[in-house]
């Protein structure tokens, strides 16, 4: 992806890809780069929420600034479609289990074209594996549970 990214610094599909990479790397600085840079493609975030999501992760950090992009989406989200399962996932980045939770509860509700994909393991949200409410969303649609 570093050499992706070299070439073209602003490929959208790359950086949202290392945006999650760096993160399960423990490199939290060069997903938040990614993020910023994924962000103004993919949802409608203004340049003065972009700047301020900086001077967030600058002064509190990764989980801070996620947080308050995720504030944003769900802003958005009742304006126009955000995929719910983005919500869902990010929350669970930042380990605001309750919330991501919420997130795949209403991406069951409106079909969220990546639901099916829940229990496979690409949402990497293994914490909720043994959760109520998440077994309990894998039943209403028929999947199996997941191996922990």
Known sequence: LDNMLAKDPDDFLTNGL????????????????????????????????????EMTYNKSGYYAAYAEFLQQLEILYDKKYVPPGNLAIGYYFINQDDKALKWIEKALEVHDSSIPYLG?????????????????????????????
């Not at 990479?21 to 203004?46: H, M, V, W």
């Open 18 to 53: 290392m945006e999650n990479a760096a993160l399960f790397c423990g490199d939290s600085n060069k997903s938040f780069k990614a993020c910023l840079r994924y962000i103004p493609q993919t949802y409608e975030i203004n340049e003065e929420s972009i700047n301020q999501f």
């Open 120 to 148: 496979t393991g690409l949402w990497n949200c293994t914490r909720l594996y043994d959760n109520p409410r998440f077994i309990e969303v894998l039943k209403k649609i028929n999947l199996p549970l997941p191996k922990n």
